[in-house]
């Protein structure tokens, strides 16, 4: 499933075949939380943006409108008119994140819904069953997410849980792609890694789970808090640990700036929601750093957001009058704020894959890093 066409220092440039298409790695998963992205983007504008997976949430779906609903309409794909890769997180992030009163036993984890207070349950199967009927191309492993920092005994044992449930959702995935009625029998399971920010934890959970032998491995509990310093370092400890065959996502990451230093450590997959979420508040990404449209200075200002991108609103629209619109509240402004920030992430990713083939990753990494987490 996992081609690695060539690597330059550690990082990678490789192809991941799925039975909803090829994606050429390392790539960039636009967030669609509840199948669609914020900003009013449809799925044909994500073709035209360049983007190769979306990524949408089991919690948020189970919620509303319900997976038995989705199912009952032929699948997630369907549902939204997307014919290419569709990645589900498993909803522990959310279910840890966003329910006011949780409990976590060995089963899973009991929780009141953020939309109306009713008592929900999730666990493994659960979490897998709910994938199933949404029929993504790839289902995450359902696990704890824990707070950074957290002490190490408590850790400790929620990596040891968080390898169990993952077991349990294996074998759930694995029951559920036999069924005559499941959507995609070709669903693909990523295992999730934990460990806070203790190396040893990291590295032995990372061990553990490569022993399951799964279509991919994700790095997650990082971006909720600890420095960049603090992220580098752990990818460094742990990604040498993960099976060099398989696909290594980082979940939640990032800025430009962190994908350039993650893809130097051999990071292959990438989502975050700040690319649509900053350009809903006019914050958006550029070759030459990070701009707010709403400054005063972009009042007269007659030039494109960056004269370096080919978008929508690049082409056609000026920091003026986009900004125009913001100040209006005008529903066109955060629409192209939006197709302009995830048309560069995805450009930005093209640009890495090239620079990894043509073996000038490095000087694209000494030019870019820092160069795009400044701000204008």
């Known amino acids: ?109 009991s929780f009141q819904s953020h939309i109306d207070g009713r008592k929900i349950f999730m666990g493994p199967e659960e979490s897998m069953q709910i994938q199933s009927n949404l029929a993504s191309t790839i289902a995450m492993a359902f696990d704890e997410c824990i707070e950074n920092p957290a002490p190490y005994d408590y850790v400790k044992k929620s990596c040891d849980r968080t390898h169990r449930w993952l077991v349990r959702c294996k074998n759930e995935l694995d029951r559920l792609s036999k069924l005559p009625d499941t959507i995609n029998q070709s669903q693909m399971l990523f295992g999730i890694n934990q460990g806070g920010t203790y190396d040893d934890l990291r590295v032995e959970h990372m061990k553990k789970i490569a022993e399951l032998d799964l279509p991919g491995y994700a790095i997650g509990g990082l971006a909720v808090g600890e420095s960049h310093e603090q992220m580098y370092h752990i990818l460094d400890v742990v990604v040498p640990h993960a099976p060099a065959d398989r696909p290594r996502y980082l979940m939640g990451v990032g800025t430009p700036s962190n994908i350039i230093e993650a893809v130097a450590r051999g990071v292959d997959f990438f989502d975050c929601v700040i690319a649509s979420r900053n350009a809903r508040h006019a914050n958006l990404f550029t070759w030459n750093g990070t701009m707010n449209l709403m400054n005063a200075k972009y009042e007269l200002d007659a030039a494109p957001i960056d004269e370096h991108c080919g978008c929508e609103a690049c082409r056609r629209y000026s920091r003026a009058y986009i900004r125009h619109l913001f100040k209006a509240k005008e529903m066109l402004g955060m629409r192209l704020a939006v197709m302009h920030n995830l048309y560069f992430y995805n450009n930005l990713m093209t640009s890495i894959r090239a620079a990894v083939e043509e073996h000038r990753f490095e000087d694209f990494r000494r030019e870019y890093s820092e160069k795009l987490a400044r701000r204008m």
Not at 3 to 20: C, N, S, Y
Not at 21 to 28: A, E, I, K, L, N
Not at 51 to 56: A, G, K, N, T, W
Not at 86 to 100: E, K, R, W, Y
Request: charged share 20%.
């Open 1 to 109: 499933m996992f081609k690695l066409i060539t690597t330059d220092g550690l990082a990678r440039r490789g192809e991941f075949r799925t039975v909803h298409g090829t994606v050429q790695t390392p790539v960039f998963q636009n967030v669609g939380t509840a199948a669609a992205i914020k900003g009013a983007v449809s799925t044909e504008d994500l073709k035209v943006l360049g983007c190769q997976v979306e990524l949408s949430n089991t919690y948020h779906l189970h919620l509303r409108p319900g997976d038995k609903i989705i199912k009952q309409l032929g699948g997630l794909h369907k549902f939204m008119n997307w014919d290419r890769p569709i990645l589900t997180d498993s909803g522990g992030f959310q279910v840890f994140s966003l329910a006011s009163l949780r409990k976590i036993t060995e089963e899973g984890v």
